[in-house]
């Protein structure tokens, strides 16, 4: 009985891990946001897609993230485009290279 709460508590250990304040499961994945505020209610915010994102979901997944940033205010952005990019996961002695989508813009809060 002491194992296997001690398994349990070690799972739940990981799994706050795996996880930060700033990632969000969208669709099927986590995607990850960086907040840098750059003056009074301006944001830089980035949104990673994980390797099963497409372009469009890193697109509506990054439009809630700044209505969630802004609150009841508006949030104002240009929208570029997704750029894609490249990251590593490893699991089971074997490393994996992922495609993915990110995309950065400047977010004001009306």
């Known amino acids: ?16 891990c795996a996880s930060t ?3 969000h499961w969208f669709e099927s ?3 990850n946001f960086e907040v840098l505020e750059v003056g009074p209610k301006q944001y830089k915010l980035t949104g990673q897609g994980a390797g099963n994102h497409s372009a469009e979901q ?5 439009e ?3 209505a969630k940033l802004c609150g ?5 952005y240009l929208m570029p485009q997704p750029e894609s ?4 996961s490893s699991g ?5 290279v992922h495609n993915a989508f990110k995309l950065t813009s400047t977010v004001s809060c009306e």
């Open 72 to 76: 009841s205010g508006k949030p104002n």
């Open 29 to 31: 994945g986590m995607m």
């Open 92 to 96: 089971g002695g074997f490393s994996f």
């Open 58 to 62: 890193v697109r509506r997944a990054f």
């Open 85 to 88: 990019y490249q990251y590593r």
């Open 1 to 16: 009985m002491v194992r296997k709460w001690q398994a349990v508590i070690g799972c739940c250990i990981l799994t706050g």
């Open 64 to 66: 809630l993230r700044a």
């Open 21 to 23: 304040p700033n990632s």
